[in-house]
T-cell receptor, first 117, second 113 residues
Framework: GAVVSQHPSRVICKSGTSVKIECRSLDFQATTMFWYRQFPKQSLMLMATSNEGSKATYEQGVEKDKFLINHASLTLSTLTVTSAHPEDSSFYIC?????????????FGPGTRLTVL | GENVEQHPSTLSVQEGDSAVIKCTYSDSASNYFPWYKQELGKRPQLIIDIRSNVGEKKDQRIAVTLNKTAKHFSLHITETQPEDSAVYFCAASPSYNTDKLIFGTGTRLQVFP
């Protein structure tokens, strides 16, 4: 139980294009999903918190117009990196928190490695 | 806001030895402290967690201790095995927003056979 998937696992794109990353909770309903960014050999930095049916809450320093988050259902959240630039290259990981068990436990997706050329 | 510090950044041990990783946090009202293991290029996986109403929790070779007064918590791995090699992250849930997790900087553990 508590499986979270992400798609795609890897994406390479040209500078200036937009990239959409999907995060799905496969066997549970996720009231809240989180998006993190992880640079090589660094920690996970929270970008935003996404609640189903409402606007995402962004962390300080994260541009909401650049990183568009949509949480349209209890099993799907998407992160769109708009007008991507090489400095956006990173490992993007989502996590989900469900309605079952301890409500503070987060389950992570496998991550998406974004490379912007 | 919550600040989580983690030490050491790297740790090398011989197979069979114990490994200890320590974290400190700043928000005295924090009450949830998970530990995650992340292998290279893979997702972080929850290995153990502790809440502020207990001082210690064990799961086979893994244990976590919490000292609320000193605001620190530690991960203990006994009888280490090569497959324990990974990056370990501690985290704390701040009282001002229990939705969030603030992560430590990570510890790269290497277990040599």
């Amino acid at each position: 139980g508590a499986v979270v998937s992400q798609h795609p696992s890897r994406v390479i794109c040209k500078s200036g294009t937009s990239v959409k990353i999907e995060c799905r909770s496969l066997d549970f309903q996720a009231t809240t999903m989180f998006w993190y960014r992880q640079f090589p050999k660094q920690s996970l930095m929270l970008m935003a918190t996404s609640n189903e049916g409402s606007k995402a809450t962004y962390e300080q320093g994260v541009e909401k117009d650049k990183f568009l988050i949509n949480h349209a259902s209890l099993t799907l959240s998407t992160l769109t990196v708009t007008s991507a630039h090489p400095e956006d290259s990173s490992f993007y990981i989502c996590s989900a928190r469900g309605l079952f068990g301890p409500t503070d436990t987060q389950y992570f997706g496998p991550g998406t490695r974004l490379t912007v050329l | 806001g919550e600040n989580v510090e983690q030490h050491p950044s790297t740790l090398s041990v011989q197979e069979g030895d114990s490994a200890v990783i320590k974290c400190t946090y700043s928000d005295s009202a924090s009450n949830y402290f998970p530990w995650y293991k992340q292998e290279l290029g893979k997702r972080p996986q929850l290995i153990i967690d502790i809440r502020s109403n207990v001082g210690e929790k064990k799961d086979q070779r893994i244990a976590v201790t919490l000292n609320k007064t000193a605001k620190h918590f530690s991960l203990h791995i006994t009888e280490t095995q090569p497959e324990d090699s990974a990056v370990y992250f501690c985290a704390a849930s701040p009282s001002y927003n229990t939705d969030k997790l603030i992560f430590g900087t990570g510890t790269r553990l290497q277990v040599f056979p």
